[in-house]
């Protein structure tokens, strides 16, 4: 069996005798994919590598079609940094700024900055919070943050190296098994407490069953099937044409004064789209100005 049988593949699993499930993933191409589509540096390949299996174990738990967007706003080095990843798996993501900057902790790299995660259900409300960055780890700036918002203890470990990453949450859920709150805690902190023995180089390079055993060997883990996750960005010709056509007329005349074809690129893929005069004014809609 190839040693990374489980890479770019995200697993769910549960503990059948506490109210405790879990979520595991390593991206190894994806990220190979995301960290090509601009001239990242170190800095900004590791906390995209972070970035991105969080908003995989987040969005893994989604009961619905939609997205867990991750994303970092600060004024120091790096402006913004977004991860997008669907419950179909496709991810994405980006990073402007100092593209450049070194590896460092996240409150250096994004000084007094925010994150902000959504979660964006395809039909009904749109949820969004918003996390002070004051950690110097982005698992820990999450684990405060879930513990805080969503009243259930929740818990991520995140490693990252040149081209791999992986994450592992886990989160407790509401009482159903097990009534006593002393017994609660304790399973929780006996898990965790395993969890911490893994270093980040064993989250990343070992076999996802094999982890949980080698973790939780004392524990019933039932483990899901897993989910296929891909580098895969949602932007098209059209899409692209429609943001064209949303500029006022007199720029585009500019546009196409200056040059023959007009190309965008999509920022998150690398993707061009070339059009002609004739492709902006073809079927456009009469505007009311
Ligand atoms: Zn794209």
């Known amino acids: 069996m190839p040693k990374h049988s489980t890479n770019d593949e995200s697993y769910r699993f549960l503990f059948e005798d506490a109210d405790i499930r879990g979520e595991t993933v390593v991206l190894d191409n994806v990220l190979k994919e995301l960290v090509a589509t601009n001239a990242y540096g170190p800095g900004i390949q590791k906390l995209l590598g972070e970035f991105a299996a969080a908003t995989v174990?987040?969005?893994?738990?989604?009961?619905?079609?939609?997205?867990?967007?991750?994303?970092?706003?600060?004024?120091g080095p790096i402006s913004l940094l977004m991860v997008e990843c669907s419950s179909d798996g496709d991810l994405r993501g980006i990073a402007r700024g100092d593209l450049k900057a070194p590896e460092g902790p996240i409150k250096s790299l994004l000084p007094n900055g925010v994150l902000t995660l959504t979660i964006e259900p395809e039909v009904g409300q749109r949820y969004q919070g918003i996390i002070a960055v004051q950690r110097d780890e982005?698992?820990?700036?999450?684990?405060?943050?879930f513990e805080q918002s969503e009243q259930l203890a929740t818990k991520f470990?995140?490693?990252?190296r040149a081209g791999s990453s992986a994450g592992l949450m886990l989160q407790q859920l509401p009482e159903q098994l097990v009534k006593d709150e002393d017994e609660r805690l304790d399973q929780w902190q006996t898990l965790c407490a395993l969890a911490d023995t893994m270093t980040p180089d064993e989250l990343i390079d070992t076999d996802t069953d094999q982890l949980l055993f080698k973790l939780f060997n004392e524990?019933?883990?039932k483990r899901?099937?897993?989910k296929h996750?891909?580098?895969y960005c949602n932007c098209s010709r059209d899409r692209s044409l429609n943001a064209l056509r949303l500029l006022p007329k007199h720029e585009i005349t500019e546009l196409f004064e200056e040059q023959q074809t007009v190309t965008m690129n999509c920022e998150m893929c690398g993707d061009s789209y070339h059009f002609a005069r004739n492709d902006v004014d073809q079927s456009t809609e009469p505007t009311i100005h």
């Open 157 to 160: 470990w995140l490693s990252t």
């Open 219 to 221: 524990w019933n883990v």
């Open 224 to 226: 899901f099937e897993p």
């Open 57 to 75: 174990v987040i969005s893994n738990n989604l009961k619905f079609d939609g997205h867990v967007v991750l994303q970092g706003r600060s004024d």
């Open 138 to 145: 982005l698992a820990d700036v999450l684990s405060d943050y």
């Open 229 to 231: 996750i891909r580098f």
